[in-house]
């Protein structure tokens, strides 16, 4: 599933509500950004990474998540994850840390290009379709959040509300994951 919307509308304090019994646990956050302080102060779900005693959340890498990624996938696979439901905190934040990570080889390091883009949004949506395949083979729940943004139609006048991500990965979202709710 994949949660959109405005910031403050409730779509982490939604996703951590996704456990099996009360406290038991079996959520986690992957929190790619700051904005976590909805559940930080919450026993009965985990954040990766831990939170800061202000309830931030510290910056982390794309080779970090990459290696959470993959330790999850594999302990999922053997059916040693404690977990039942992995929430993506967002995937708004998650683009732009692919795009440091694709940056580090770019011959223009500080100016990204449409090719730089793309490799990124291939690294963000890599996780979505891994994470969606293992979703649908093991039974987890696995939740994406990303942030809402108003777009301008400017031929028609109209006002759309979509997801605030690149147009790359807009549409490798609606292309690979199952249900998608704005909230």
């Known amino acids: 599933m994949c949660l959109f919307g405005f910031s403050g509308a409730g779509k982490t304090t939604l996703a951590a509500e996704a456990q099996d019994e ?3 646990q079996d959520v986690l956050v992957i929190a790619l950004e700051p904005g976590i302080r909805s559940i930080a102060d919450r026993d009965d779900v985990m954040v990766w990474p831990k939170p800061k005693e202000d309830g931030t959340i510290p910056e982390v ?27 993506w905190d967002s995937l708004t934040a998650a683009q732009p840390i692919a795009l440091k990570h694709v940056m580090k080889v770019s011959p223009t390091p500080e100016m990204p290009s449409q090719p730089e883009y793309g490799k990124a949004n291939a690294l963000v949506l890599g996780w979505i379709h891994d994470w969606c ?18 777009q301008k139609d400017e031929a028609t006048g109209m006002t759309y509300i979509r997801m605030s991500s690149t147009p790359g990965l807009q549409k490798g979202v609606y292309q690979t994951v199952d249900s998608i709710a704005y909230l």
């Open 61 to 87: 890498t794309y080779d970090q998540v990459q290696r959470l990624s993959e330790q999850l996938k594999r302990m999922v696979r053997k059916g040693e994850s404690p977990f039942k439901t992995i929430v």
């Open 22 to 24: 009360p406290l038991a």
């Open 133 to 150: 395949a293992l979703s649908r083979e093991r039974g987890i729940n696995v939740i994406f959040i990303t942030h809402a943004e108003e």
